[in-house]
């Protein structure tokens, strides 16, 4: 796809009343909305209608050195180190923006993952978020299991607006996770 073709744009409505209508895109307004990447170039299957990939919700969208950036961007760049990571993470913001530091990042990986294994593992997804998102997190490792719940997990973590994340001390790697 071509990336002159795409443009950005906020999805207000997801929800459809009518087969016959499509979601509602609409300027950004004050009230948390989701930013879609709409593409308007012919599909190579044939399909001529517009298509979006949705790059994430503005309230969880926080600021880094002048880059937006999403957790779910953080959670696509995750996913290609599958299954060494579960994929499940959270950021933590310290203090308050401008954010000129580096996030801190829990990441699960998984039971059994080779202790020569954890520096380069963190060198590569450090260098595959910067790739993708343009910020350089510090990434912590925890355990498979501890993040991850039966309910949405949060993504973002804003300490300076008094929202406190999970006890990290809980989380903390033992010995026994790992070979």
Known sequence: MAPHTAKV??????????????????????????FVRVFTDPCACGRTSFRFHVLGR???????????IFPLSVQESLLLYRPEVTGEFFIILDKEPPIDYSPRTCVEVMDGLPRAR???????????????????PAIEFVPAGSIASEHKTRRLYRVYAGVTPPA????????SSLE
Do not use: W, Y
């Not at 009518?18 to 307004?29: D, N, T, V």
């Not at 503005?58 to 937006?68: H, L, Y």
């Open 9 to 34: 744009h906020t999805l207000i409505k997801l929800g459809i009343r009518h087969r016959s209508k499509a979601p509602i895109l609409e300027p950004r307004k004050r009230r948390p909305c989701g």
């Open 58 to 68: 503005s309230d969880d969208m926080f600021i880094v050195k002048g880059m937006n």
């Open 118 to 136: 954890m520096d380069p593992l963190k060198q590569e997804l450090v260098a595959a978020i910067q790739h993708r998102s343009n910020f350089t």
């Open 168 to 175: 990290l001390d809980k989380f903390k790697l033992s010995d």
